[in-house]
């Protein structure tokens, strides 16, 4: 079945640094999406990619999606506080089904 | 955006008794619903897509008999942990998508933490 590999598992950044999590899918992807767990929380969408090469940006997060639609990663630049959580990645299937990633856990040091 | 609840949003029970969870789509109808069920600082697992007037359909390794699901109308799914045993304790998570929604995303509910003694 379909495997969805993200890395790192956890980071912890200094407030001001990038962070960077990647996503990789043993297929071919018909959409990714990327969702936000706050500690203590439930996930939240941010974002569905769905054309090869695609980037996407919200202020301070850049999604992208590679070319041959089994790659994705999310940048963060100038991390703050608020953006502690867990990112997940998610590759779409039929029916909505969604495959997790494991999730990168994100620290931000004030 | 839509709203799903979940509750209770935690319950503990003694070993052997069973627990039902309800997964409701407040402002919005859910034909599909999924259950997932989250260790402590892991990933989000599939165990099973409810369908609305149907069998759910589980995934690999999880047992539908120990974990049933009912989707008897288009806002409401319920799991039942039956005869719980410890190693059953966890956050279960159910979603759902909206077909009026640009993306196809799922809608989280808050999550029902259990705790089996």
């Known amino acids: 079945g379909q495997q969805v590999m993200q890395i790192p598992q956890y980071q912890h950044v200094q407030e001001g640094e990038d962070f960077t999590t990647y996503c990789n899918s043993s297929?071919?992807?018909?959409?990714i999406q990327w969702y936000k767990q706050r500690p203590g929380g439930h996930p939240v969408f941010l974002i569905q990619?769905?054309?090869?090469?695609e980037v996407k940006k919200q202020k301070r997060l850049t999604f992208q999606f590679g070319e041959a639609k089994k790659n994705s990663s999310l940048h963060i630049t100038a991390t703050q506080t608020t953006d502690v959580g867990t990112y997940f990645c998610?590759?779409?299937?039929?029916?909505?089904?969604?495959?997790f990633g494991k999730g990168t856990l994100l620290t931000v040091n004030p | 955006g839509a709203v799903v609840s979940q509750h209770p949003s935690w319950v503990i029970c003694k070993s052997g008794t069973s627990v039902k969870i309800e997964c409701r789509s407040l402002?919005?109808?859910?034909?599909?619903m999924f259950w997932y069920r989250q260790f402590p600082k892991q990933s989000l697992m599939l165990m099973a897509t409810?369908?609305?007037?149907?069998?759910?359909?589980?995934e690999q390794g999880v047992e539908k008999d120990k974990f049933l699901i009912n989707h008897a109308s288009l806002t409401l799914s319920t799991l039942t942990v039956t005869s719980a045993h410890p190693e059953d304790s966890s956050f279960y998570i159910c979603?759902?998508?909206?077909?009026?929604?640009?993306?196809?995303?799922?809608?989280f509910g808050p999550g029902t933490r259990l705790t089996v003694l």
């Open positions: 979603s759902a998508p909206r077909a009026s929604s640009s993306y196809n995303e799922q809608f």
């Open positions: 297929t071919t992807l018909s959409n």
């Open positions: 990619l769905v054309k090869s090469g």
């Open positions: 998610a590759g779409g299937g039929s029916n909505y089904k969604l495959t």
């Open positions: 402002d919005f109808q859910a034909t599909t």
């Open positions: 409810s369908n609305e007037g149907s069998k759910a359909t589980y």
